[in-house]
Each structure stands twice: as C-alpha cells, then as structure tokens.
C-alpha cells in the first residue's frame, strides 16, 4: 500500500524568508502524481501545487516550488518570501493515474506551518 | 459554479442518534469522495463516486455509514447510531474524469460532534 510520510510536525518561519517542508511516500508504482494541499484555520484545504512523476522538471507556481526526487521518493515544498497568510496546515499527498479505480489521494499527516513577524 | 458545498457546516449529536450530511460537488465533475479527517491527522478516504455508482468503500466505512449519489449529482453520507469516536471533519471532494492529473477539489467540510 501506498504511504506518505511527513515528518515535521510543526514549523516556524520569519515573514519574507524561506521553508521547506519535508515529504517521503512509499511506492512500487512508477506513474503517479504528487500533491501539496494548505488548509488554513476552519477553511476549506486547497491544492498548492502538483508534480507529475514523469517529469523531472520541478513544479514551481509562484512562491512556491517543489523538489522532486523520484529515486529517494521524496518531494519537499519550499515556500518563498514567505508571507502571514501562508500559516496553515499543508499536506502532502499522492495519487496514481486512473486505472478504472477510485484513484484516490492518499495523504501525509500533515505539518502546521507558523510564520512570525 | 461556487465550487463544492456541503451542509451542515456543524453538527452536534447524542450518541446513538442519525446524522445526514450533504455535498453539491462541482457540476461538471463526475467524481466525488468522501474523506474523514480527525484532529491532527490527514483527511483518511471513506468512499467514491463515479457519477451515481459508489465504485470504492474502505473499511474504515462500518456499516453504520452509508452514502448514496441517486442521481449522480449531490451526495449524502448518513451515520447511523452514531459513537463519540465518529467526531471527527467530514469532507467531501470531486474530481473531473482526467488521468488523475488534477487535484480534486474540496468542500468546506462537516465538523461533526457527538456528545
């Protein structure tokens, strides 16, 4: 079975630095696609960005950006100037192409991110 | 379209009583899931969709839950008997058919409490 693993609990950043948040997954699949999701306080979890598995081009949308090591299965989120608005939860989380199947999202237990003046 | 809509947004309970609860999934999306997250963890699948055929049930879904999709539209998810350990978020998504590219997109959630 497919698993995803995010091992920071919590994490702190200044308002304007940089953080990356840390993301392994488990797979014997070698088509997939990853996902970050941010779920700010009682809102609605909303889609970061995502990496196709067959791309080796990191996906970047803005501030944020990826990094994308398919042989470590690893795929950390790196957040840019970051900014008070990013505090939230972010969840990793991995999907495999449709087969017929739920094809459905499997997710990491997520890292609540602070960000401080 | 207003994206994925799901009523209520809370639910307090006695153990031992019926809830109901709704999704309105993205019009043109014809799947739709249904995930259970508990404080402190990542959303946990309980079931899907795919336009009114429910194709994927975990075991986390006990007989005591049941979900329905008649006409491929809107969803309801029904807790029969419910537990203090069936509090919990319960959020509903929906995906377009594609190659699993896309993300799904989610609904607010229902935060329910069973007291």
């Known amino acids: 079975a497919q698993t995803v693993t995010q091992s920071q609990p919590e994490m702190s950043v200044q308002e304007a630095e940089t953080v990356t948040l840390s993301c392994t997954y488990d797979?014997?699949?070698?088509?997939?696609?990853l996902f970050w999701y941010k779920q700010p306080p009682s809102r609605q979890m909303i889609l970061v960005i995502r990496?196709?598995?067959?791309?080796?081009q990191n996906a970047t949308e803005n501030r944020f950006s990826v990094n994308f090591q398919k042989a470590a299965k690893s795929f950390s989120l790196k957040i840019s100037d970051s900014q008070l608005g990013d505090a939230a939860m972010y969840f990793c989380?991995?999907?495999?192409?449709?087969?017929?199947?739920?094809?459905?999202?499997?997710f990491g237990t997520g890292t609540r991110l602070q960000v401080t003046l | 379209d207003t994206g994925v809509s799901q009523d209520p947004r809370h639910k307090i309970t006695k153990r031992g009583q019926n809830v109901t609860f709704r999704c309105d999934p993205i019009?043109?999306?014809?799947?739709l899931y249904w995930y259970r997250q508990t404080l402190g963890q990542g959303p946990e699948f309980l079931t899907y969709?795919?336009?009114?055929?429910?194709?994927?049930k975990s075991r986390l879904l006990s007989d005591r839950f049941s979900a329905e999709r008649p006409k491929g539209s809107f969803s309801t998810l029904e807790i029969q008997r419910t537990e203090q350990g069936d509090s919990a978020m319960y959020l509903c998504?929906?995906?377009?058919?594609?190659?699993?590219?896309?993300?799904?997109?989610f609904g607010s959630g229902t935060r329910l409490t069973v007291v």
């Open positions: 998504a929906s995906s377009p058919w594609d190659r699993a590219r896309s993300g799904y997109t």
């Open positions: 797979t014997s699949e070698s088509d997939y696609y």
């Open positions: 990496q196709e598995a067959y791309k080796q």
């Open positions: 989380a991995y999907r495999v192409p449709n087969t017929g199947t739920a094809s459905k999202l499997t």
């Open positions: 019009s043109e999306h014809n799947r």
């Open positions: 969709f795919q336009n009114e055929a429910q194709l994927e």
